[in-house]
């Protein structure tokens, strides 16, 4: 759990670096479930015009995930490791 938990600190890092805040932030709870960084005011916002649940995980950012491992590791690990970790990332995504 601890390296899913520093690759998920690792990934908000990098999308903090190419996305400046609020943006940021935001990118980083819908793809990550990390909402932290999102400011109460926004939240408030969301929650206002009833679109809150864009900022929360859903099957279609799982889906989203899921592609993304799917296609970097296959391209490392092969077909059967790649889904192979594709299936563990999928049983253990916090």
């Known amino acids: 759990m601890t390296g899913l938990y520093s690759f ?9 670096r190419f996305f400046p805040d609020p943006e940021g932030s935001l990118i980083a709870g819908i793809l990550l479930g990390d909402q932290s960084g999102i400011s109460a005011k926004v939240q408030e916002a969301f929650r206002l015009t009833g679109t809150s649940h864009i900022i929360v995980i859903s099957g279609f950012n799982i889906a989203i995930i899921a592609a993304l491992f799917t296609y970097l590791f296959t391209r490392v690990l092969g077909r059967a490791g790649g889904l192979l970790f594709l299936l563990l990332n999928y049983c253990l995504y916090p």
Do not use: C, D
């Open 8 to 16: 998920r600190h690792h990934a908000k890092e990098v999308v903090l």
